[in-house]
C-alpha cells in the first residue's frame, strides 16, 4: 500500500525549509558568514552582492544568512564595523590623557587603512557609498553613530554630533584621497606625517569648547 503521507527522501529537504547542517549552526558560521560578505563586497561591490552569493560562498544557506544578519544592508554594516571594531575602539581612545585624543584617532584610523587585511573591504565599502546611496547612508550612519559620534558623546562636549561631523568628513576625505583617488603627494607621504598634520585638527573638532 502507498503511504499517502510520503517523506522527504534522505539529503533533501521539504519545501519551505532550509536543511540545517551542523556546520551551518556551529560556532563558525556566523564568523564564516562575515568572511564570504567582505570578500564579496571587495569583489563584487555593493550593487553586485546579494545574500544568495553571499550564502553560497559561506558555505551556508541564505536563510540563515537573514537570520544572523537580515538584510543586505545589515550584512554590509556589519561588515564595517569588523574593520572598525567600535566597540574595543571606544574605551581605548578615550583611555588616559584626552589632550592627545586627535593622535590617537588619526593614529588609529590611518593604521586601519594602511593595513592590507582590512584596506581592500575597506575600499569596497567606500567605493560602493560613492555609487550607492543605500551602502552610504549604512557607511554614514556607522561613522557618525557607531564611531565617531559614540566618542564625542563620551566627552560631554557641546553639539557632539556637529563635531562628530567635522572629524568624519576630515578623515573619511583622506581615505578617498590617499586610498581610493591616490591622488599625489597625499597617496606617497608617510603615515606619520599624516597624523602630525591632521591630529592638532581632530583634537579641536573633538575637546575644544
Do not use: C
Not at 153 to 161: K, M, N, Q
Not at 171 to 177: D, K, P, Q
Request: proline share 7%; no cysteine.
Amino acid at each position: 500500500m502507498t503511504d499517502p503521507h510520503p517523506h522527504p527522501a534522505p539529503g533533501r529537504r521539504g519545501r519551505g525549509r532550509p536543511a540545517r547542517t551542523e556546520r551551518d549552526e556551529g560556532p563558525g558560521a556566523r564568523e564564516r558568514i562575515l568572511t564570504a560578505a567582505r570578500t564579496e563586497f571587495a569583489e563584487r561591490g555593493y550593487d553586485k552582492t546579494s545574500v544568495r552569493g553571499i550564502a553560497k560562498a559561506a558555505g551556508v544557506d541564505a536563510a540563515l544568512v537573514h537570520h544572523y544578519f537580515g538584510t543586505k544592508d545589515e550584512v554590509f554594516a556589519a561588515a564595517i564595523e569588523v574593520s572598525f571594531e567600535p566597540a574595543l575602539l571606544v574605551p581605548s581612545l578615550l583611555a588616559g590623557d584626552t589632550d592627545h585624543l586627535g593622535e590617537r584617532l588619526a593614529r588609529y584610523f590611518i593604521g586601519v587603512w594602511e593595513n592590507p587585511a582590512t584596506r581592500a573591504p575597506l575600499l569596497a565599502i567606500v567605493r560602493s557609498a560613492l555609487t550607492h546611496e543605500a551602502a552610504a547612508n549604512v557607511l554614514r550612519a556607522f561613522v557618525l553613530r557607531q564611531l565617531l559620534g559614540r566618542i564625542a558623546g563620551e566627552l560631554d562636549v557641546p553639539d557632539p554630533t556637529f563635531r562628530a561631523e567635522l572629524a568624519a568628513s576630515h578623515l573619511i576625505g583622506i581615505s578617498l584621497l590617499r586610498y581610493v583617488i591616490k591622488a599625489e603627494p597625499l597617496a606617497s607621504v608617510d603615515p606619520e606625517e599624516i597624523i602630525a598634520m591632521v591630529a592638532p585638527t581632530l583634537q579641536r573638532y573633538l575637546t575644544e569648547s
